[in-house]
């Protein structure tokens, strides 16, 4: 790890002895290049939520936690920087499709993506889309999908752009992120590094323990450029590597006992070439993924447990556009060959193609919608067909009303199929139609969106204990009949300028009620309430901001027995920032911020104590 962080530095020198040659200029021009195009141009109906940039950096500490106080989200963590998986309106975590520049990463073995080994700060935008996303990305797009873009941009005059981040916290804790973009009339390029270490040794309060088993170390690199060939076409291509290292805390009330680690690593590589000539515009995807883990039950032991996965992606869009009618026609084609293997179940090959048409129209400035219709053809499976559709209506000015309603599917993983002793080879895939209702009202300082939705999945799949329902045991997937979701979800923010002064207020808060039919009762690891909010205040050079999180209580079994539940909690955390330079060329902030100001025992599960109150000092220098 330290010699990847040796090479890294020795990287960042150059570059910045490159950039020390030139001067930044007025930009006349900017010409702004993204790779997931169907989140922006298909989501009529959908609510979307963008994480800012100044959100991104007050919340640093994991991307656990920036959802988690940021989003309608729900996240399941197994201690401070261990395994953490997130879900969507009461569905399960493999119903979270999480999308990097248009393409689904989550693993083919489990169907899951870990937040914590993705870092918040390498991504320009981070953007949560609430609601079915099957037909764009495929399987497991079921209750939402989270996008991680990267932006680039031409520009008339060379330009070029550093940002360095450091912070240093409690537990021993230290954080660094370097990001430089590159600009020009024909060439974009932007990279970034980042490396993050910590004892995370935090003492379990109204104990006796401490955290001695949870330290983690992770190296991050990213690097994304985009070639002008004519005025019409573009070559872009997108690479992300990841590389950690953590240990898992143990569990009360013997947490010395724990003794194991886990690494993993992962690559992905994008090309994507895109032509747009008048009404006619094709785009072409290759995508080679790859992830890898090791997890060790002795640290100490040169044994290991380890899974793999490859993925092999071809994608052609082709789309025709209808000026006089604001409408547009598109063709998704996708081909995919993935392998996935364990040291406990043999190597196996998926094949998938895919064909979907969107269209997409704007009848007139106040009413657009999109219809969409998709097709898979699996070599395990008969996936049926999928279809959404999505309208939005302004009636007046700043007020809108939005609904979308849609198909959805998950294929079972190698995990749920293969695992020995635990697999189940009758699995079937699950399907959820699912239906949303909005509306909202927005102008340059307020914007409220208020919807609600309902879910109906048949054959769901979960993993549950075998035996006595209220105890832990031996989990294994099934497929469930027929389960509903309903609820409630709004989002509200405030934002006004006056004098030298800001207010910013934000609050998320979700009411869902998830039942398994056949018991009616509520499925596990959902809690009816959500709530999170953010509020800060900025008077010349100083900014300071207050979070807000409540959780409310969850079961942990089936038959929602009270002697198996996660309490409710509460969680707050504050900070300050000063702004030493604030010029056109250079900006340079310092901040701090406390965690768990109340100092407040809580768990997000079981028998797992999160961090008492802790630090953070940060540095963010931009030039």
Same mark, same amino acid.
């Given at each position: 790890?330290?010699?990847?962080?040796?090479?890294?530095?020795?990287?960042?020198?150059?570059?910045?002895?490159?950039?020390?040659?030139?001067?930044?200029?007025?930009?006349?021009?900017?010409?702004?290049i993204q790779a997931d195009k169907k989140l922006k141009k298909y989501s009529v109906g959908y609510k979307v939520t963008t994480l800012s940039d100044s959100v991104l950096v007050r919340n640093t500490e994991s991307f656990t936690s920036l959802l988690?106080?940021?989003?309608?989200?729900?996240?399941?963590?197994?201690?401070?920087?261990?395994?953490?998986?997130?879900?969507?309106?009461?569905?399960?975590?493999?119903?979270?499709?999480?999308?990097?520049?248009?393409?689904?990463?989550?693993?083919?073995?489990?169907?899951?993506?870990?937040?914590?080994?993705?870092?918040?700060?390498?991504?320009?935008?981070?953007?949560?889309?609430?609601?079915?996303?099957?037909?764009?990305?495929?399987?497991? !797009?079921?209750?939402?999908?989270?996008?991680?873009?990267?932006?680039?941009?031409?520009?008339?005059?060379?330009?070029?752009?550093?940002?360095?981040?450091?912070?240093?916290?409690?537990?021993?804790?230290?954080?660094?992120?370097?990001?430089?973009?590159?600009?020009?009339?024909?060439?974009?390029?932007?990279?970034?590094?980042?490396?993050?270490?910590?004892?995370?040794?935090?003492?379990?309060?109204?104990?006796?323990?401490?955290?001695?088993?949870? !330290?983690?170390?992770?190296?991050?690199?990213?690097?994304?450029?985009?070639?002008?060939?004519?005025?019409?076409?573009?070559?872009?291509?997108?690479?992300?590597?990841?590389?950690?290292?953590?240990?898992?805390?143990?569990?009360?009330?013997?947490?010395?006992?724990?003794n194991d680690k886990y690494q993993d690593f992962s690559h992905r590589n994008l090309l994507i070439y895109t032509h747009k000539k008048s009404r006619l515009s094709h785009e072409a995807k290759l995508a080679f993924l790859i992830q890898e883990y090791?997890?060790?039950?002795?640290?100490?032991?040169?044994?290991?447990?380890?899974?793999?996965?490859?993925?092999?992606?071809?994608?052609?869009?082709?789309?025709?556009?209808?000026?006089?009618?604001?409408?547009?026609?598109?063709?998704?084609?996708?081909?995919?060959?993935?392998?996935?293997?364990t040291d406990q179940i043999l190597e196996r090959n998926r094949k998938q193609f895919s064909q979907s048409f969107i269209y997409n129209q704007d009848v007139n400035s106040s009413v657009s919608f999109d219809a969409k219709i998709r097709k898979d053809?699996?070599?395990?499976?008969?996936?049926?067909?999928?279809? !959404?559709?999505?309208?939005?209506?302004?009636?007046?000015?700043?007020?809108?009303?939005?609904?979308?309603?849609?198909?959805?599917?998950?294929?079972?993983?190698?995990?749920?199929?293969?695992?020995?002793?635990?697999?189940?080879?009758?699995?079937?895939?699950?399907?959820?139609?699912?239906?949303?209702?909005?509306?909202?009202?927005?102008?340059?300082?307020?914007?409220?969106?208020?919807?609600?939705?309902?879910?109906?999945?048949?054959?769901?799949?979960?993993?549950?204990?075998?035996?006595?329902?209220?105890?832990?045991?031996?989990?294994?997937?099934?497929?469930?009949?027929?389960?509903?979701?309903?609820?409630?979800?709004?989002?509200?923010?405030?934002?006004?300028?006056?004098?030298?002064?800001?207010?910013?207020?934000?609050?998320?808060?979700?009411?869902?009620? !998830?039942?398994?039919?056949?018991?009616?009762?509520?499925?596990?690891?959902?809690?009816?309430?959500?709530?999170?909010?953010?509020?800060?205040?900025?008077?010349?050079?100083?900014?300071?901001?207050?979070?807000?999180?409540?959780?409310?209580?969850?079961?942990?079994?089936?038959?929602?027995?009270?002697?198996?539940?996660?309490?409710?909690?509460?969680?707050?955390?504050?900070?300050?920032?000063?702004?030493?330079?604030?010029?056109?060329?250079?900006?340079?902030?310092?901040?701090?911020?406390?965690?768990?100001?109340?100092?407040?025992?809580?768990?997000?599960?079981?028998?797992?104590?999160?961090?008492?109150?802790?630090?953070?000092?940060?540095?963010?220098?931009?030039?």
């Amino acid at each position: 790890m330290r010699k990847i962080l040796i090479i890294s530095i020795f990287y960042i020198i150059s570059f910045n002895s490159m950039a020390q040659n030139d001067s930044l200029v007025n930009r006349l021009k900017e010409i702004v290049i993204q790779a997931d195009k169907k989140l922006k141009k298909y989501s009529v109906g959908y609510k979307v939520t963008t994480l800012s940039d100044s959100v991104l950096v007050r919340n640093t500490e994991s991307f656990t936690s920036l959802l988690r106080f940021n989003s309608p989200l729900y996240l399941r963590e197994y201690g401070s920087g261990g395994t953490s998986s997130a879900s969507f309106r009461g569905t399960s975590s493999s119903n979270t499709a999480v999308i990097w520049n248009g393409i689904n990463i989550n693993s083919i073995n489990n169907g899951q993506t870990g937040f914590n080994a993705l870092t918040v700060s390498l991504f320009d935008a981070i953007d949560i889309r609430s609601g079915g996303g099957s037909l764009e990305y495929g399987s497991g !797009a079921v209750g939402g999908t989270i996008h991680l873009n990267d932006y680039l941009q031409f520009t008339d005059t060379k330009q070029i752009k550093n940002q360095f981040v450091a912070s240093l916290g409690s537990f021993e804790t230290y954080r660094g992120l370097y990001k430089l973009k590159f600009s020009n009339s024909k060439l974009a390029i932007n990279s970034g590094v980042s490396y993050n270490r910590s004892e995370n040794n935090y003492k379990f309060l109204n104990t006796n323990f401490k955290n001695t088993n949870g !330290a983690y170390e992770n190296f991050g690199f990213n690097i994304s450029a985009a070639y002008s060939l004519t005025e019409f076409s573009k070559l872009k291509f997108y690479s992300a590597n990841y590389l950690g290292e953590r240990f898992f805390s143990g569990e009360l009330p013997n947490p010395l006992m724990a003794n194991d680690k886990y690494q993993d690593f992962s690559h992905r590589n994008l090309l994507i070439y895109t032509h747009k000539k008048s009404r006619l515009s094709h785009e072409a995807k290759l995508a080679f993924l790859i992830q890898e883990y090791r997890y060790f039950e002795d640290k100490a032991s040169s044994m290991f447990n380890f899974g793999k996965s490859k993925r092999y992606l071809a994608n052609y869009d082709v789309s025709y556009s209808f000026p006089k009618l604001k409408a547009s026609i598109t063709s998704h084609s996708e081909y995919e060959s993935a392998f996935g293997k364990t040291d406990q179940i043999l190597e196996r090959n998926r094949k998938q193609f895919s064909q979907s048409f969107i269209y997409n129209q704007d009848v007139n400035s106040s009413v657009s919608f999109d219809a969409k219709i998709r097709k898979d053809f699996n070599s395990d499976y008969d996936v049926p067909f999928t279809y !959404a559709l999505g309208v939005k209506v302004k009636p007046i000015k700043n007020l809108f009303f939005r609904a979308n309603g849609s198909k959805n599917f998950r294929v079972p993983t190698y995990n749920d199929l293969f695992w020995p002793g635990q697999g189940n080879l009758d699995l079937i895939p699950e399907t959820a139609l699912q239906g949303e209702f909005g509306i909202g009202y927005k102008n340059n300082q307020f914007v409220i969106d208020i919807g609600i939705f309902y879910i109906n999945a048949n054959d769901k799949i979960v993993w549950t204990p075998v035996g006595d329902p209220d105890r832990s045991g031996v989990w294994v997937p099934i497929n469930l009949s027929e389960v509903n979701n309903k609820g409630l979800e709004m989002s509200l923010s405030f934002n006004k300028t006056f004098s030298e002064r800001t207010v910013k207020f934000n609050i998320n808060y979700s009411y869902t009620i !998830a039942t398994d039919k056949t018991t009616d009762k509520q499925l596990i690891f959902v809690p009816k309430h959500l709530f999170n909010s953010n509020l800060g205040y900025t008077y010349k050079r100083f900014s300071f901001f207050y979070q807000q999180l409540f959780t409310g209580k969850v079961y942990t079994t089936e038959s929602n027995s009270s002697d198996f539940v996660m309490p409710h909690y509460f969680v707050g955390n504050m900070g300050m920032d000063y702004r030493l330079l604030s010029s056109e060329k250079k900006q340079l902030t310092i901040g701090f911020k406390v965690n768990n100001v109340f100092n407040k025992y809580y768990e997000v599960l079981a028998r797992r104590p999160m961090p008492n109150r802790n630090l953070n000092f940060n540095i963010n220098y931009k030039f």
